[in-house]
């Protein structure tokens, strides 16, 4: 009943959200719409979210530890970021077309240029402005760690831009983690029917941390390093940074 009552609040918030983007892109050339329909999302599947700090709203990289497919809706909503994805996503039925109307930077993620064309990508999407989210862990982090941050997709920060700055941000499920976490070998239809079934509301933190200045910090090897220190303080951990770090102990 849980999950039939939450995926009925997910496709009415679509159906509302969905004309009144394409009406205020007619009208204002603009739309908020897609960051709402996020938050919208996140509330009716029953998270409840506290902010700390401020996100920055223009030439800004968020990079992030990766827990859930939950964290989109999370980082989406409350700062309006777009996304890097893998561009098979972009033909998904549903899910392709709302990555594009958020603006998702698709990168052909298969190919040995893969890196590089997700660098000119970036930089494109963060030269005009546009803020964008990254998981430099590079794949949701299994269990509940935070893994090692990958320098190589950070490249699209060197050289640096001149207005462009990084903002860590750190997601806190508290003692969700447990329960939200991607499971080794978990498919994601059973992640989501999970989730999604979940008793009560959800409290999750997002703490929006001291912004690092590319030119300042660096390489993107010393950028990584520096954001993911970053994220594992504000989690309360401590860790090198070559070592996955848990946020819960395992039962």
Known sequence: MRL???????LLGLI?????????????????????????TAFAIGIEVAIEGKPIDRHVLFVSNHISWLDILLLGGSAGAAFVSKEEVARWPV??????????VFVARAERSAVKGQADALRVALSKGQPVALFPEGTVAP????????????????????EVTVQPVAIDYGEATKDLAWLDGETIVSNARRVLSHRGSLKVVLRFLEPVDPHLAGDRKALAARSREAIVAALGAGASADEPVPLYAPQ
Request: charged share 15%; net charge positive.
């Open 4 to 10: 039939a009552v939450r995926a009925l609040g997910v």
């Open 143 to 162: 269990d509940g760690h935070v893994l090692p941050f990958r320098p190589s997709l950070l490249a699209s920060l060197y050289p640096p831009l001149a």
């Open 95 to 104: 899910v392709g077309w709302l990555a594009r109307v958020n603006r998702t």
């Open 16 to 40: 509302a959200c969905v004309p009144l983007h394409y009406l205020s892109l007619l009208i204002l050339r603009s739309s908020h719409w897609p960051r709402r329909f996020l938050a919208w």
